[in-house]
């Protein structure tokens, strides 16, 4: 009975103290459930209220080229803090959108490997609400046209690679949409390699995936860089025999018979009879030599029927190949190859620095590393290096992938070089038009080149001689009446030559350490893939 009348400070009850806290706790809810409910109603009433920014933002008619009012257009990669208020106008894909709140918007705008924060913010004039709200709904790699103004920010935009700058949108008009869902977001799809997968917060993308859905992939700064690196190393192998006297020339991909041999070559249906897809422009490029081209190279497909699943092989791919005419020895040959390569390797350290970056994010790796004066190995010396490390000398007639790859890392830690060449294989080792050695006819004049532990070059002298040329066909099983036109060509007289054929998608890949061909290759064809 006494704890039912003690009372508290103000003169009330136990009682009377809860049940008015429960009143007070009560109305307090009631007031913020008004509240939310008068926002609410407010922002339903500016919905369908006028909308002073309709005439900013919507979905563009459908583009037929109606007008060309030549307005200049901004490279999201030239804009920083030099460019802070000015106006700029823009082409964009929504890369990922942020609402932080009703009257906000962030979007991450990407161009190619660039992106940049862009943020809509109601105002009483140019963004209402209605306008943001359009703005976050759009669905991500949507393709938008953007006017705003260049801000400076306050500190570095980690999320984007423009850091220093924002853009104030004041109009945004979607050029294309999406029909459907993305198969995989683009931030799962440029996740670093090495990043440990956590449950729950993102999906690892997986190469079969990507392959599949090759059009999104490629979207990532990270194979938006890769290409640009591609285009590079073909760049800057026609500029350095460009300059060096060699002619470029576009050979036949179908031909009467096969280059090298019939076990690796496509047969198509060719009429009444057949034909074959070409393995290389060997033979072109020879006939190009005997009728006095003195120097030739050509970028172009090449054709593999070889049912290889592994890392480094596809059924087709682009060749870099060239030839050239000997003067005194058939090492003008590798050393104007080498001088290439060297070239090649520094241009891209130079000049495309910052692609380069954009792929390590992804794919990390030790920076690629050669030597001025290149590593140049004898077959014997290579094969006595694996020895040394333990291999049986019994098994190193050839050195396989796994022993490339295991004189790679010797190589690397002995010379500290990801870059060497092998010289003198063996005359079983190389095809029948490969001039052998003068001193030892069981060595040839040919030559393998290598980066990180596997072989991007395979070359030699030529065989220019049509007698001693069809001795060695036959030797290797090959009938010269199959090949009399490429023969015949010799017949005529031939000066001396030499050159090597290259795999574009292998150097890319080795450089980078992409560790898998296919993510080198724009549509990857393998003995499992036509599509897309």
């Not at 008009?173 to 799962?188: H, I, K, Q, T, Y």
């Not at 290259?502 to 036509?530: C, H, Q, T, W």
Request: proline share 4%; charged share 30%.
């Amino acid at each position: 009975m006494t704890d039912v009348i003690e009372q508290g400070e103000e003169g009330l009850t136990k009682s009377a103290l809860k049940k008015k806290a429960k009143e007070e706790e009560k109305a307090r809810k009631k007031a913020e459930k008004a509240a939310k409910v008068k926002e609410a109603e407010q922002v339903r009433e500016a919905a369908e209220g006028p909308d002073y920014a309709a005439a900013h933002y919507g979905k563009l008619p459908l583009h037929q080229s109606q007008s060309r009012p030549n307005r200049k257009r901004t490279d999201i990669a030239t804009l920083s803090a030099k460019n802070d208020s000015e106006h700029v106008l823009l082409r964009a894909r929504i890369q990922t959108s942020r609402l932080q709140s009703n009257k906000m918007v962030f979007l991450s705008l990407r161009q190619r490997t660039d992106t940049i924060q862009a943020m809509l913010a109601v105002d009483d004039k140019q963004v209402s609400r209605q306008m943001v709200k359009w703005a976050a709904s759009l669905s991500d790699e949507s393709i938008v046209l953007v006017h705003g103004t260049v801000v400076k920010s306050p500190e570095s935009i980690k999320s984007c690679s423009i850091d220093d700058v924002e853009i104030q949108v004041s109009e945004l008009w979607l050029v294309a949409g999406l029909e459907g869902r993305l198969p995989f977001s683009l931030e799962d799809a440029s996740r670093s390699e090495t990043a440990p997968e956590v449950e729950g917060q993102f999906s690892r993308v997986l190469l079969d995936t990507r392959l599949n859905n090759r059009i999104i992939d490629l979207r990532t700064q990270t194979n938006q860089a890769i290409f640009k690196l591609q285009h590079a190393i073909g760049d800057l192998f026609r500029d350095y025999l460009n300059n060096n006297g060699f002619t470029e020339i576009h050979s036949p991909k179908l031909q009467g018979a096969a280059t090298e041999s019939g076990a690796t070559v496509f047969k198509v249906g060719y009429f009444k009879g057949d034909a074959f897809l070409a393995q290389s422009p060997q033979l072109a490029k020879q006939m190009a030599i005997a009728a006095d081209f003195e120097r030739v190279y050509e970028i172009g497909p090449v054709f593999r029927a070889e049912n290889a699943n592994t890392h480094r092989h596809l059924t087709e791919f682009i060749g870099l190949d060239l030839e050239m005419t000997i003067e005194e020895h058939y090492h003008e040959v590798k050393e104007l190859l080498d001088g290439m390569f060297k070239t090649i390797f520094k241009g891209l350290k130079e000049r495309y620095a910052k692609e380069i970056a954009v792929v390590g994010k992804q794919f990390e790796a030790e920076e690629f590393k050669w030597r001025e004066e290149t590593l140049t190995l004898t077959f014997r010396e290579a094969v006595d290096l694996l020895v040394e490390d333990g291999v049986d000398r019994g098994n190193l007639d050839d050195i396989n992938t796994e022993n490339e790859k295991r004189l790679g890392r010797l190589v690397k830690a002995k010379y500290d070089t990801d870059y060497f060449i092998i010289d003198k294989f063996p005359l079983e080792l190389r095809p029948f038009y490969t001039m052998p050695d003068p001193n030892d006819p069981t060595l040839t004049n040919s030559y393998d080149f290598f980066m990180r532990g596997e072989e991007i070059l395979s070359g030699a002298q030529r065989i220019h001689d049509p007698e001693f040329l069809c001795r060695q066909m036959r030797a290797k099983g090959v009938d010269p009446e199959s090949m009399k036109g490429y023969i015949d060509g010799f017949r005529m007289g031939c000066p001396p030559h030499g050159g090597g054929g290259i795999g574009l998608e292998r150097v890319l890949m080795l450089f980078l350490k992409l560790n898998n061909i296919r993510r080198a290759s724009l549509f990857p064809r393998d003995p499992k893939r036509l599509e897309p």
